[in-house]
């Protein structure tokens, strides 16, 4: 859904999606639309821009919606684009605002006040961030160890440099899930898979997984999927039934059933890089 300039959208800073989902994964999706509150003006970006990779993870909402289906888990969905505010980034670095992102500026986010950056992330971070906290508690209050995993979806082209990868897998420092979703993969050699690309999983650019899985002990792990493989309806159904299956597999694993003791770095980092 595009914020075009004039439509005007109902306040809603995140969707929970099956709510009433009772496996133990627990799906995110931090760059789900590329709504933008029509007081900004589409940030000065024009129509074409708003519906490119640079105001959401094409494709990611609708794969997550799938998987959620499939496995009767829960999902939280951003409510708006990532060009408001990054729900997936520190605020305090200048990436939550992004000014420039791949050679398109970003007018709506030049010179923006602190003042201007708290409010943004009052209304369209905060909601968000607290509804995650609050189903990932809810879950460990009924004794069950969460899983975390968090969908993402990549451009195939950036910054004129080729992305061969159909499949990223990240992790900071817990390799558990990785490492299962690679054992299972070992069999599918037609798909080419890379691990911690086309990104880096680190505090400086990332969040939700470092924040409400790696901080907490739990299970997680973040998927990427090359955008051009969910433009329609077969692929997104494809890749839904093969991460499905693959979490399906994966999760009853023992090493999954514990909680790990926290890296000390993370809220160390987030307690300076987290605050405007």
């Known amino acids: 859904m595009v914020g075009k300039k004039y439509k005007q959208y109902k306040y809603n800073p995140f969707e929970l999606y099956n709510p009433k989902g009772l496996n133990r994964v627990i799906l995110l999706c931090d760059h789900a639309t590329n709504i933008i509150p029509a007081k900004f003006n589409n940030l000065g970006l024009s129509k074409s821009d708003i519906e490119s990779h640079i105001a959401w993870d094409i494709g990611a909402a609708s794969l997550a919606k799938k998987i959620v289906t499939k496995l009767n888990s829960i999902l939280i969905l951003s409510g ?51 509804k995650i906290k609050t ?13 975390i995993v968090s ?16 499949l990223g897998l990240l992790y900071r420092k817990d390799k558990r899930m990785v490492s299962l979703v690679l054992n299972e993969f070992i069999k599918k050699k037609s798909i080419k898979i890379g691990v911690n690309k086309p990104y880096n999983c680190e505090l400086k650019s990332d969040f939700s997984i470092p924040y409400f899985a790696e901080a907490m002990g739990l299970p997680y ?6 955008q051009d493989l969910l433009k329609n309806v077969n692929g997104i159904n ?9 979490l399906c597999q994966i999760t009853n694993h023992p090493s999954t059933n514990s909680i790990l003791p926290p890296p000390k770095d993370i809220f160390k980092y987030y307690k300076r890089k987290n605050k405007i």
């Not at 189903?135 to 899983?147: A, H």
């Not at 792990?221 to 090359?226: G, K, T």
């Not at 494809?238 to 693959?246: D, E, N, P, Y």
Request: glycine fraction near 4%; charge should be positive.
């Open 238 to 246: 494809m890749w839904s039934k093969t991460i499905s299956k693959l």
């Open 80 to 130: 708006y684009s990532r060009l408001v505010v990054d729900c997936n980034k520190p605020i305090g670095l200048p990436e939550a605002f992004i000014q420039k992102s791949d050679g398109t500026i970003v007018p709506g986010n030049l010179n923006l006040t602190k003042k201007e950056k708290r409010k943004r992330v009052k209304l369209y971070c905060l909601p968000y961030r607290k």
């Open 151 to 166: 969908i993402h979806s990549f451009t195939p082209v950036y910054k004129n440099k080729i992305r061969p990868w159909h």
């Open 221 to 226: 792990i973040l998927f990427e999927v090359r």
């Open 135 to 147: 189903i990932i508690k809810s879950r460990i209050l009924n004794n069950t160890i969460p899983v």
